[in-house]
Structures are given as structure tokens and as C-alpha cells.
């Protein structure tokens, strides 16, 4: 249990999470808020169950037990209707007060961002996003946001006298199953809610975020060039970048040399990112860059200098000279794809 004096009417907060199922399977970031939910409510000694709409495939509900699901509720409602992140976060809010909980958390994802400011509206509760750490004192929830970049941390107290709204940064989220967690007995309930009216916005059409125009933040595939980069490279790496259909990052010193914008940066005084993969091309890996990427799912380096600081912070580093390596790596690219752009 909880520590003595943080409850609500008599017991522990309870928790329920938002996992999305897109193309009703269940992605990283459905796994990763689970991740989060088992150590969250670990932390308050609370109960915690699933919340989702529509109807998953077996599969993706069989892969909820490993991360201790023991309940899944499926909110049941016109397909129409789910086309409005409205109706959505009232449904959500419906669903909240159905299961007496206290917390909603979500991932600060497209959707989890979107719907986290309408849901504190429909239960009247308090918000905070892009958790990064919490911590209970056994009188308050102390949560932790990065703000300034990485420099400066925000933090708030939730004494459970409302309800919370909680999205976390996709920054913490992962995929491993925690050691300590136990496997659930998913067990799935269909809940259909009260008739809801049409909402005021409706999505008509979803579309694939561009890699090259994304906000690095947002990225999945990210390819960045340091100062091992010259003229001549930069442009080889701007190929690679559009042949893989990933985003350009770049470093401090070459952003300096005005290799592209700011927005392109990559380190503590730049964008924070943690991609699904992180290329490094002739980056050295000063502190400050490594601040902004190490929370990349996985990190393959290339230098010329085996004893850059980037290389040990890689899950793979390579040795080699990117006057070299970047034609070839460019063509053996190319034959994958099928040819230049």
C-alpha cells in the first residue's frame, strides 16, 4: 500500500491508462505508457487497468499481459463518432468515472497531447504533461517535467483532492518489461457508454508526418552529421538522409558552420530526442550532444577516431573515414531502394 496519509475516500489512488491500438495492434507507445502505469502504480501501492476503444486484435491483447494488465475495458461506440478526438476525451471522461479512478495517464504522443487539455476540461481535474519522473512523499505525488530544454525541471505537487490528467514524455517510455512485474490474466470487459452527441471537430483524413519536416523531437529515424563532416560530406549525408526517408540532425559545431537551421540541432542547447534509431556521422559526442540523444532506443556511430566519447555510448560504433565510407554507403542504399530519388 501507499504510504499513510496519500488516499482517496479511504484507499489508494487508482489508475487507469489509455492504450491505443492503431491498425489494432498494440505499437511502442501503447507499451512504453504500460511500462509507465506498473511503475506509477507502484509508487502510489494503487490498482491500475486498461482503457481503449474499438476492438483489438487477439494478439495485441494477449501482448498486454507480460506488462501486467489485469483488466481491459473496451469502450464500445460508433466508428463515426471515434473519427472526433471529442468525443473521444468524453468518452474517456465517461469511462474515468465509470472505474472510480483517480489518475488517467497517457503517452504524450499526437493523440495522448491532443486529448489530455479536453479530458481535464470534461472531469474538471488537474493536468500535467510530459512526465519525466514522480515520486510520493506519502502526503503528495511530486512530478517532474524537463522545461529549457534540459537544463531546468518544473515541478508540481497532486495531493489526489481532484483528479489527474498525466501524459508522459515519450522520452522515458520503454518498450522492456519491467523485472519486477508479475504477467496478468488480461481479463477484457465491453463497456457501452450513455448515447454522446457528435463532437465539433472530426478527423477526415490522417496522414504520415514527413521525416523531413518533422520536428526532431518527433522523429523515429534520425541521421546526424558533427564536424567530421565537410562540405562535400554534408551533402552525401543530406542524400542518405532523403534515401532512407529519415530526419537530419546535426551538432553544435555544425549547425554553427551553417550546414542547416537551428531547428535541426541535436544536444542540451538544441532539440532533446530519442528516436527508434539514432545515426551518428563524425560526431565526436561532447556532453552537451550527448545530453540530447542518449535516450535513443539505439545508437550506431561511425568516426574516425575510435576514442571519441560517441563510440562507447553506441550500441554499435564503427571505425572509418566518411570520404570513404559515404559513396559506398550511398550506393549499397540505393540498390535497396531500387535507385536514386
Known amino acids: ?5 496519500f488516499q482517496v475516500s479511504g484507499k489508494s489512488p487508482n489508475i487507469v ?12 507507445y501503447g507499451k512504453g505508457v504500460l511500462t509507465e502505469a506498473s511503475r506509477l502504480a507502484n509508487v502510489l501501492g494503487s490498482e491500475w487497468s486498461v482503457l481503449s476503444f474499438g476492438e ?24 463515426k463518432l471515434l473519427d472526433s478526438v471529442d468525443v473521444q476525451a468524453r468518452l474517456l471522461a465517461l469511462a474515468t468515472e465509470q472505474e472510480d479512478a483517480s489518475l488517467l495517464l497517457l503517452p504524450h504522443n ?35 517535467r ?16 481532484s483528479k489527474l490528467v498525466l ?13 519486477s512485474v508479475k504477467p496478468g490474466s488480461v481479463q477484457v470487459e465491453r463497456w457501452q457508454p450513455p448515447t454522446v452527441a457528435p463532437g465539433v471537430t472530426r478527423i477526415i483524413e490522417r496522414i504520415a508526418a514527413d521525416p523531413q519536416t518533422v520536428d526532431l523531437v518527433d522523429a523515429e529515424v534520425i541521421v546526424s552529421a558533427g564536424l567530421g563532416c565537410n562540405d562535400e560530406a554534408i551533402g552525401q ?20 558552420l551553417g550546414y542547416t537551421g537551428f531547428e535541426r ?6 532539440k532533446t530526442v530519442a528516436p527508434q534509431f539514432y545515426l551518428a556521422l563524425g560526431i565526436s559526442g561532447s556532453m552537451h550532444h550527448l545530453g540530447g540523444m542518449k535516450d535513443s532506443k539505439r545508437i550506431v556511430s561511425v568516426n574516425i577516431d575510435p576514442k571519441a566519447p560517441i563510440v562507447a555510448n553506441s550500441d554499435e560504433g564503427f571505425v572509418a573515414d566518411l570520404r570513404e565510407l559515404l559513396p559506398l554507403l550511398i550506393e549499397r542504399v540505393k540498390s535497396a531502394v531500387g535507385g536514386s530519388l
Do not use: H
Open 237 to 256: 549525408v543530406k542524400e542518405l538522409v532523403q534515401l532512407l526517408n529519415a530526419s537530419l540532425g546535426v551538432t553544435r559545431p555544425a549547425y554553427d
Open 167 to 179: 501524459t508522459v514524455s515519450p522520452e522515458i517510455l520503454s518498450t522492456v518489461v519491467l523485472p
Open 110 to 144: 499526437d493523440l495522448g497531447a491532443t486529448l489530455a487539455p479536453l479530458l481535464t476540461n470534461e472531469l474538471q481535474a488537474a493536468l500535467f504533461t510530459e512526465t519525466i519522473a514522480y515520486a510520493n512523499d506519502g502526503e503528495k505525488l511530486t512530478l517532474s
Open 1 to 5: 500500500m501507499s504510504p499513510k496519509g
Open 17 to 28: 491508462v489509455f492504450v491505443d491500438f492503431p491498425g489494432a495492434k498494440l505499437d511502442d
Open 56 to 79: 483489438p486484435a487477439a494478439e495485441s491483447i494477449e501482448a498486454l499481459a507480460p506488462y501486467g494488465v489485469e483488466k481491459l475495458t473496451l469502450i464500445k461506440s460508433d466508428e
Open 265 to 270: 540541432m541535436v544536444g542540451q542547447t538544441g
Open 146 to 161: 524537463k522545461i529549457l530544454g534540459a537544463q531546468v525541471a518544473e515541478m508540481k505537487c497532486w495531493d489526489a483532492r
